[in-house]
């Protein structure tokens, strides 16, 4: 015990600096959706097999599309595996707290569906 | 008992005995003549229509058997077994709260999972159970609050523990009459954060529950996912890949490393050895990258689906896991010297909390509580799932009882969890890793158990035929752990209980469910 306090003496702490060093997160791992409206083809199976009931079907230019509540999301990623034509990704994504619960409704077509991250 | 009983082999278990509701008793009593060493696994209500069905999940020699019985759901009244088997005793209370059975001759049929304001004849998992309408009332209804605070009678003091208190972490309560620093009686209670998880899985399809069972308990999620998923492979008749088994196992590996150096690191903490927390939980960070690195969340997995894993092992990750489980490996050389010459270590946990192995057995007690008292218990070994049967691994057993042997059972555990996952790593099969499987599962039924970090895990799922399951009983580890530490506490220092109770590894969002 004793050699293992002193040997940390000179060791660096094992906690890192987050938030001023970013967190890296490896591939795959399931942060915020991207999805693309060019692909969907409105067929809603999305939102039939959301276990947290975290995707309505709304209209939008007369194309029904997927609409994410992020505040209900539970990143299982089951509607990525759902989806007939991969119009669901995932992003490294994963600051979402906010204060603001409006921002984590992502609207199709709206800024944050195009892939970058938009905090209000 | 000749015409009364009708025994099917290979169904629910080894085999499922059916008797009219009287010989339930007689039969049980007969369970233990042929075996000392049987206990319960579960008790599982049935909703059906006019009646409702109990069915005792006995286990004996690591296998599962079933007893079925029916009794009318206007009468329902069935003779107690816990005067058999002590370890039935929470099993009959939770099935009296959500079914409404009375089992006549219970010592202590008082409510065990629902609040104490939760409406009279208000029965949840019964199907007809208008649970929106009693929801709309208690907004007007008088609350209930527990009158029962500190008090004393003659040299007897009675300490409440929780629900909300320094020592637990999770919300529970414990009346505790000590006389000086004795303690003389335990009395639990659980339920404050029953989620009403078994009946939301009927509300879900299959493929939702994966993920709503998962969230039972945060710690062992992936082995409830994968207990879940192997008890609807067994009712579909689903062969699941090799590769896929394998895999499997590798997260589970992953899921009981994370778990046991949680609690031991946790255990440091409740007996004031602070450094031993910082290390065990430092040392712990690597587990927790693995596995977001294998499945995308370091802590929910998700990686189990019905007929296989949902994300396949990339050829680039496999040297990653090894040298870190490697390091991993030398790391324990650092706790065995530590667990087994530090005195202040030794001194809060040797000879505390001892349970013997007389008690272990009739309190039905499992995994590591159950191993520490030298009962060689252990799904993986009695009945291999997934790749356990193609694995070569020690069954970790310690004869001692105490709160030390339970610890010490899981830091050997870590190390054979350490070599299991190398070995599915070097014996790694090619092929498929999932299967595609209907999403509507034909009518059967099935159980499944596997062990979780704290024990034994318990599934029984019954289909009609649909998408949605007709209903989901899960009986977790600590459920059946809890009476043991009755056992422990009583006859300690009460300043030995939160220490003890660590060492049973306790998960109320598990239990409460
Ligand atoms: S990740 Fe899961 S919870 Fe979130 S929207 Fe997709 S299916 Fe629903
Ligand atoms: S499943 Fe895919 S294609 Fe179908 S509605 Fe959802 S995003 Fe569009």
Known sequence: ?120 | MGSRVKIQSGYLGKAAIEVKAGANRDTVKSLLEANKEAGIVALTGLDMAKKIGLMYHMCTNGVIVTIKTEIPKKNPKIATISDLIPGAQFHEREAADLFGVIFEGHPNPARLVLPDDWPENLYPLRKDAKIDEALANAETAPRQTEAVQAESEGDIVNIIIGPQHPALLEPEKFSVKVEGETVKQVEPRIGYVHRGIEKAAEQRTYLQDVYLVERICGICNSCHAACFVETVEKILGTEVPLRAQYLRTIILELNRLHSHMLLLGHAGLEIGYETLFQYMWRDREPVMDLTEQLTGNRVISSAMTVGGIRRDLQETDIPKVKTQITTLKKKMDFYYKLFENEPSFKIRTQNVGVLSKEDALKLSVVGPVARASGIAIDVRKDEPYEAYGEIPFNLITRDEGDSWARLMVRLDEVVESINIIDYALDHMPSGPFRVKVPRVVVAGEAINHVEAPRGELFYYVKSQGTAYPERVKVRTPTFANIPAFINIAEGGNIADVPPSFVSLDPCFSCTDR
């Open chain 1, 1 to 120: 015990m004793v050699k293992e306090l002193l040997a940390h003496l000179f060791k660096k702490p094992a906690t890192s600096k987050y938030p001023f060093v970013k967190a890296e997160v490896p591939e795959g791992f399931r942060g915020k959706q991207v999805y693309d409206p060019d692909l969907c083809i409105s067929c809603g199976l999305c939102s039939r097999d959301c276990p947290a009931k975290a995707i309505e079907m709304v209209e939008v230019d007369g194309k029904r599309s997927p609409l994410f509540h992020l505040d209900l999301c539970i990143f299982c990623y089951q509607c990525a595996e759902s989806c007939p034509r991969k119009a669901i990704k995932s992003t490294a994504f994963f600051e979402l707290a906010t204060t603001n619960k409006d921002s984590l409704v992502l609207k199709p077509g709206g800024p944050s569906q195009k892939g970058e991250c938009v905090q209000q």
